[in-house]
Nanobody, 114 residues
Framework: VQLVESGGGSVQPGGSLRLSCAASGFTFNNYAMSWYRQAPGKERELVAYINRAGGSTNYAESVKGRFTISRDNAKNTVYLQMNSLKPEDTAVYYC????????WGQGTQVTVSS
């Protein structure tokens, strides 16, 4: 089982990034997918959730209207489009797959700084 995140990097405030999480080794469309993040010295927090079919999503209040989660079940991939980025969005972002089991990716760093 693998969840491999990509797309992180450094960006100025107001900029955009698109994270991807490629899944393998399990039946992707049987799993709800989420993005979490963890900033230095803080607990890991849920950023966005999408159900198995992609028809239902939820977001943390802090990212509503700025971030969009989506999935492509044909490509076994989940995405997080992040717009209007703020310095407080700086964190390691993790992909999560949840069904009868729980899987985590290794994380990708996002840094928002001028």
């Amino acid at each position: 089982v693998q969840l491999v995140e990509s797309g992180g990097g450094s960006v100025q405030p107001g900029g955009s990034l698109r994270l991807s999480c490629a899944a393998s080794g399990f039946t992707f469309n049987n799993y709800a997918m989420s993005w979490y993040r963890q900033a230095p010295g803080k607990e890991r927090e849920l950023v966005a959730y999408i159900n198995r079919a992609g028809g239902s999503t939820n977001y943390a209040e802090s990212v509503k209207g700025r971030f969009t989660i989506s999935r492509d079940n044909a490509k076994n991939t989940v995405y997080l489009q992040m717009n209007s980025l703020k310095p407080e969005d700086t964190a390691v972002y993790y992909c999560n797959a949840r069904s009868v089991r729980l899987y985590w990716g290794q994380g990708t760093q996002v840094t928002v700084s001028s």
